[in-house]
């Protein structure tokens, strides 16, 4: 029996060697070593070809059962169980052009790459929720180099860091600031493993101010590495402590009435933003 074809086989999340389940984070099957034949994700041997694996965030069913009024509860985010894998890249994808670069790249890569994707972000085109998640991807051959952010609005007087659905309520957030006199400075990590600290810094640097919006878990997650990534590298830019918008240390409930209020929104980001800068929020 052959074995199955390597990128197929990422895309499905499946073993890349034996075709079984290993990664798909919407039940939270997430493995280093798959279960059925001890492949090791971290070891994979990039000679068989490329090791691509996308992991959904987020129940299919859930989501559009219920317009993704219930999105969260289908599972939480668990970004923070994959990025510690050794020589692994981990990627989170919100725009598509961007992301058809990044997917070349990461066939071509001799890493093993893992892309999470928030599901809530399926539809967001067309059926016209986010206007600026409308976008031409280009038909030719094109990379965007992976391990590297990107800075999606200038700012000068905070900076706002987004990872997938994240990003659209900074960059909402940016909108309502400007509209009292505030520039924030918006970026999209796009890359967690390896996570672009320089182009982060440089924008604190700017902006002495730092805000990190992440659907993940307040404790022990991105956002964490994130801020102290900046204490111990540009602790003398800062203006303000740092502050997170992220999803409290509690169950996720069920209910939308009890759900809503514990996601992030822009409008956390806003207030996050207007308190560092000592103008209440």
Not at 12 to 41: I, M, Q, T
Not at 86 to 109: F, N, Q
């Amino acid at each position: 029996m052959s074995k199955p074809n390597p990128l197929l086989a990422g895309l499905s999340g499946r073993c890349p060697n034996c075709g079984e389940g290993l990664l798909f984070e919407g039940f939270l099957k997430v493995a280093p070593r798959c279960e059925a034949c001890g492949y090791d994700l971290a070891k994979a041997d990039s000679g068989d070809g490329p090791a691509v694996f996308v992991i959904m965030i987020a129940g299919f069913l859930v989501a559009f059962a219920a317009l993704y009024t219930e999105v969260a509860f289908h599972p939480p985010v668990w970004v923070h169980l994959v990025v510690w894998l050794p020589l692994t890249v981990v990627l989170c994808l919100v725009l598509l052009r961007p992301l058809k670069g990044l997917m070349l790249a990461a066939i071509r890569d001799d890493n093993p790459v893992i892309f999470m994707f928030h599901k809530a972000l399926q539809g967001m085109g067309w059926l016209g929720t986010v206007k600026r998640a409308i976008n031409d991807v280009p038909q030719e051959d094109y990379i965007v180099p992976l391990g590297k952010a990107a800075v999606m609005r200038d700012g000068s007087d905070v900076t706002l860091v987004g990872l997938g659905l994240t990003l659209h309520l900074a960059l909402d957030a940016a909108e309502k600031l400007a509209e009292e006199g505030i520039a924030a400075e918006v970026i999209d990590l796009r890359s967690l493993v390896p996570l672009d600290r320089a182009t982060i810094l440089a924008s604190v640097r700017k902006t002495g101010r730092l805000v990190v919006a992440d659907d993940d878990y307040h404790s022990y997650g991105v956002s964490g590495e994130i801020i102290a990534s900046v204490a111990e590298a540009a602790h003398e830019a800062l203006k303000a402590p740092p502050a997170r918008v992220t999803f409290p240390d509690i169950p996720i409930p069920f209910s939308p009435a009890l759900e809503h209020p514990a996601l992030p929104s822009a409008g956390k980001i806003v207030a996050a933003a207007k308190r560092i800068l000592g103008l209440g929020g």
